[in-house]
């Protein structure tokens, strides 16, 4: 079995023989419904056999903890291999859960984030007649985007191990990308698939065929776990402008539409504007459509005929679209990067910008930009007007129930939205 379980006594022993990332907590969730019973008070975790170990298998380590609370007990870990104890350090739970050497030791041994706080000052407003915009806070302070990779590589799959860069939790608080994580690179090249940071929380969808995205939420930055992507978009900066978005209808609004209504915002209102935007934000759903890779876009799984993954003799087989609108009134926090056609670009490098984005071919609408965002949907949270954004995304990720994680295709429709705006100033590429 994949999962193995026993009593000795009062105490449920459980010991797993697979990854515990998002999928493999599915599994483990199964298996601790069937053998938990009401009155446990004790249960502990072999993971002798466990080699990976991500911010799934640690949130059904923590659910499990809550459920035994009510009982006055607590769950132990123990055989903890190298990398899952780095990640459990890296995420801070190495401090919550007692972790002992052996079996025998851990059967013989026999805290939420605080909330923020916040008054909010409204600036101004803007309106169309789509949806308004109301301004709760305002920075000048320049932003960039930091690139590793270019967009081509994916689109072409042509990735090789000398195109994989890693990346600290503590560089990347905001971005999208492809990428995986593990300890060795075989553990994640041939999944690699859409990855997003947010509030600093590493999310990526796995293209191991069982459509279930993975994640990792640090508390600390150790540096023993990195990022590793083949291609990332990261905000270097601040958000410039945090904005409360109302829809105006109750058909909502889109995804485009919200960013034509920003970029005439900023061509009328800011003589700086330059003609790039990165936006994050926590919205209401009214109708999510996305997609997702399904197979990792590295050389040796390159498509036969050296066209790109999104040609139509390609794109059915190496990705998954969604034209069905899912998940209405629960929440996504997004975050994305947006150039507006109408404007003057010549502050940028062409080739910059081809190394950024592309005609997604499920975004249909008439295009007067260019847009890439992912988002992470979450079970229904308040939504609250805050100049804290940054602060409210971190306590969504710590305290909210994950549901799925995709590409944002254009046409997904928000009814109401907080959203962090940062007006790009320059395009920095890393090596």
């Known amino acids: 079995m994949d999962i193995n379980s026993e009593r000795k006594g009062e105490i449920l022993i459980i010991s797993p023989k697979i990854r515990l990332d998002a999928y493999g907590a599915i599994k483990l969730d199964d298996v601790?419904?069937?053998?938990?019973?009401?009155?446990?008070?004790?249960?502990?975790?072999?993971?002798?056999?466990?080699?990976?170990?991500?911010?799934?298998?640690?949130?059904?380590?923590?659910?499990?903890?809550?459920?035994?609370?009510?009982?006055?007990?607590?769950?132990?870990?123990?055989?903890?291999?190298?990398?899952?104890?780095?990640?459990?350090?890296?995420?801070?739970?190495?401090?919550?859960?007692?972790?002992?050497?052996?079996?025998?030791?851990?059967?013989?041994?026999?805290?939420?984030?605080?909330?923020?706080?916040?008054?909010?000052?409204?600036?101004?407003e803007f309106e169309d007649d789509i949806l308004s915009l109301k301004t709760l806070k305002v920075s000048n302070k320049n932003s960039y985007l930091k690139v590793l990779g270019d967009v081509q590589g994916v689109l072409y799959a042509r990735i090789t191990a000398e195109d994989i860069y890693s990346r600290k939790f503590s560089d990347t608080e905001y971005s999208i990308g492809l990428g995986g994580l593990g300890e060795d690179i075989m553990d994640y090249m041939g999944i690699m698939g859409e990855m997003m940071t947010i509030g600093g929380t590493m999310v990526w969808l796995p293209t191991d065929g069982h459509d279930t995205p993975d994640f990792l939420i640090p508390q600390r930055d150790t540096g023993k776990i990195t990022i590793h992507t083949g291609f990332n978009v990261a905000l270097d900066g601040e958000?410039?402008?945090?904005?409360?978005?109302?829809?105006?209808?109750?058909?909502?609004?889109?995804?485009?539409?919200l960013y034509a209504s920003l970029f005439k915002m900023a061509r009328e209102m800011r003589t700086s504007f330059k003609g790039i935007i990165s936006i994050a934000m926590q919205a209401d759903i009214k109708e999510f459509y996305s997609s997702g890779v399904n197979i990792s876009p590295i050389e040796d799984l390159a498509p036969n005929n050296q066209e790109m993954i999104t040609h139509e003799d390609n794109i059915d087989s190496w990705m998954n679209v969604n034209t069905i609108g899912k998940y209405k009134g629960e929440t996504i926090v997004s975050f994305g990067v947006g150039v507006d056609l109408k404007s003057d670009l010549s502050a940028f490098d062409e080739d910059a910008l081809g190394s950024l984005f592309y005609m997604h071919p499920a975004n249909l609408s008439d295009k007067a930009m260019l847009l890439h965002n992912h988002a992470v949907v979450f079970k229904h949270l308040p939504l609250i007007e805050t100049s804290d954004l940054n602060g409210r995304i971190r306590e969504i990720v710590n305290n909210g129930y994950f549901?799925?994680?995709?590409?944002?295709?254009?046409?997904?429709?928000?009814?109401?939205?907080?959203?962090?705006?940062?007006?790009?100033?320059?395009?920095?590429?890393?090596d």
């Open 32 to 124: 601790l419904k069937k053998q938990l019973k009401d009155h446990d008070f004790a249960v502990i975790f072999d993971l002798e056999e466990v080699k990976y170990l991500s911010s799934g298998g640690i949130r059904t380590f923590l659910e499990t903890q809550k459920k035994l609370e009510k009982n006055d007990g607590n769950i132990t870990l123990c055989n903890v291999k190298k990398y899952p104890r780095e990640v459990l350090e890296m995420a801070g739970f190495d401090q919550i859960f007692p972790i002992y050497s052996t079996l025998e030791d851990a059967i013989a041994s026999y805290k939420k984030p605080p909330r923020y706080s916040d008054s909010d000052v409204e600036y101004s």
């Open 239 to 257: 958000f410039n402008e945090i904005m409360v978005v109302q829809a105006k209808t109750d058909a909502g609004f889109s995804v485009d539409e």
């Open 403 to 430: 549901m799925d994680m995709r590409h944002l295709l254009d046409n997904t429709r928000i009814r109401r939205a907080v959203i962090g705006i940062s007006y790009i100033n320059d395009i920095i590429f890393e």
